[in-house]
């Protein structure tokens, strides 16, 4: 019962501690960032060097680690290489039939299709899903910032992207 005490006696100290806190003159909006939880906690600046990241895109192609690469990529997990389709109706399974192969099997597979979101055709999606990955398509600009915030969670996941110039 002591211990039940004590902190019933604490409570009017901790309800005036936070009156007085929310008396003080509030702060602009700048000032609050400087000391904003973001910032103290930035993945974007801590990610490992052996992991890729996205830094930009252009119309014709991509900015992974500090390095320019023209046209489509295929990302499976931390490893990057050019892809041969040069438009989205250039996608099919055979396009990414490295997925019948390749193990861990990347839990997603994300489809950057170019400036804007595209249906997937059927046979294709059916592909994906015989793999075992899930498959989210969105136009390239989302993709490289799903694939970034995936990869940094440390999920094993895949990117197929169309430059965003693209259009078909």
Not at 6 to 31: D, E, F, W, Y
Not at 53 to 72: A, I, K, P, W
Not at 85 to 100: E, Q
Not at 139 to 165: K, Q
Request: overall charge positive; aromatic content about 8%; some cysteine.
């Amino acid at each position: 019962m002591a211990g039940r005490e004590r902190a019933m006696a604490t409570v009017p100290k901790l309800i005036g501690s936070l009156r007085k806190q929310l008396a003080k003159p509030t702060t602009t909006h700048q000032q609050r960032r400087g000391f904003s939880l973001y910032d103290q906690i930035n993945l974007i600046d801590n990610v490992p060097e052996d992991q890729l990241r996205f830094q930009r895109f252009s119309e014709t192609g991509f900015t992974v680690n500090g390095v320019d690469y023209e046209g489509s990529l295929l990302c499976v997990g931390n490893l990057l290489t050019s892809w041969s389709p040069k438009k989205f109706s250039d996608i099919n399974p055979d396009s990414l039939s490295i997925f019948k192969i390749v193990r861990p099997i990347p839990e997603i597979l994300v489809l950057g299709c170019g400036s804007d979101t595209k249906p997937v055709d059927p046979e294709l999606r059916r592909f994906i899903r015989s793999t075992g990955m899930k498959l989210e398509a969105v136009d390239t600009r989302n993709a490289i910032s799903t694939y970034n915030i995936l990869n940094e969670e440390g999920r094993i996941v895949a990117a197929a992207l169309i430059p965003y110039g693209v259009s078909s």
